[in-house]
């Protein structure tokens, strides 16, 4: 039997039948001769930048990771630090059995860079703790620049001892961008797997082999629901996703106040005198300061205009606002709106309401700057 031809962009199994199913291409591929195959999803996204939809759901995901525990491996779990607790994958413990798991905060780069990387790391350990993980290691990367690779690099082939490999996340967390970079780094060779915006993007295990006969496994991501990645379209995916350092915005507020994010999100500032708020957004989401009293009537007359994303043409379409009352109880406080960024309160008693799309996660965590 030959082998399986399998997608080099996302790991799929190559078919030629059906065009709506994962992995399909062209016969014509075969007849350019080539070695590496990729999928006409892939070459799209790639080329064009457009994003077509496969029928795989979370159960598909869950299923392959379910490997992991049945192997004897390092796992290499890849969260973004920008969006550190929505891009954390429950139970990841419980997949990896025994395996040890090396934690790689990933986008860097992101971040202002006032803040010091040993302070970076200290946290991401305590909150990895504080959420049941306890890593061999922390590392902090940035993919896209390639900072911290070599050291990330060393620290996997020390924990992995001469065994497999398997590099798993979210979607949307740079997961290939980070194996691109090993591939890149190891080979000289770059771009090899589908990287994007759209959440994912790699729908099978990419194998990647490693010096002693071992390998490297590209998992697919698992799509945390609860981000807003997920409530909004293609084009506003790309104003919400930084793609550069971030840049805090403080705002000097008096109760009654009300901070929008676009038209995505809001924060009604309630009780506790005047006081600041820092914005880690990104830099293109514009964020609007109204009175509370005025807020409903903004939102009601000016989403997908002067507040905007959604954009006009999905504003019709975008779920509605659910407030929920929020205290702040520590100093040093971050209300953190899944998969859009954080606001920083660093005086407690603030009385607030945040208001974001049912599903889309929002909570308060120990300040990360």
């Not at 796992?75 to 090396?102: E, K, M």
């Not at 008096?254 to 830099?283: H, P, W």
Request: hydrophobic share 40%; proline share 6%.
């Amino acid at each position: 039997m030959e082998p399986q031809l399998r997608c080099i962009g996302c790991g799929a199994a190559i078919q030629f039948d059906d065009p709506k199913k994962a992995g399909y291409a062209p016969k014509s591929v075969l007849e350019k001769d080539e070695e590496e195959i990729i999928c006409q999803r892939c070459f799209r996204l790639k080329h064009y930048n457009e994003v077509q939809d496969v029928p795989l759901d979370d159960s598909d995901f869950l299923n392959m990771l379910h490997r992991i525990g049945e192997s004897k491996a390092l796992v290499v779990n890849i969260v973004d630090i920008f969006d550190f607790n929505g891009s954390w994958i429950p139970g990841l413990p419980r997949f990896a059995a025994d395996n040890p798991i090396l934690l790689v905060g990933n986008k860097a780069d992101l971040l202002p860079r006032s803040v010091k990387y040993p302070k970076l790391l200290r946290w991401m350990r305590r909150m990895a703790e504080e959420l049941g993980l306890c890593p061999v290691d922390v590392c902090l990367v940035s993919a896209a620049k390639g900072i911290g690779m070599a050291k990330v690099m060393e620290a996997i082939n020390r924990y992995r001892e001469g065994g497999d490999v398997y590099v798993v996340g979210c979607t949307n967390v740079g997961k290939s961008t980070f194996i691109n970079r090993i591939i890149e780094e190891a080979t000289g060779k770059g771009n090899v797997i589908t990287t994007s915006y759209f959440p994912g993007t790699t729908l099978d295990m990419i194998e990647i082999p490693l010096e002693g006969g071992a390998t490297l496994y590209d998992t697919p991501g698992i799509i945390n629901h609860h981000q807003m990645a997920h409530f909004v379209d293609a084009r506003d995916l790309k104003i919400i996703t930084p793609k550069r350092e971030i840049h805090p915005r403080v705002y000097q507020l008096n109760e009654g106040q009300t901070l929008f994010f676009g038209g995505l999100a809001r924060l009604d500032y309630i009780k506790g005198g005047r006081r600041s708020f820092v914005c880690y957004m990104a830099n293109e989401l514009t964020v609007h300061r109204t009175k509370l009293e005025k807020a409903d009537s903004l939102y009601a007359n000016q989403l997908g205009d002067l507040l905007s994303p959604p954009n006009k043409r999905y504003a019709a379409e975008f779920p509605p606002l659910v407030p929920r009352s929020l205290s702040v109880k520590e100093r040093k406080t971050d209300i953190v709106f899944s998969g859009l960024g954080w606001v920083t309160c660093n005086d407690l008693g603030a009385q607030l309401v945040v208001h974001a799309p049912k599903g889309v996660d929002v909570f308060i965590r120990q300040s990360l700057i």
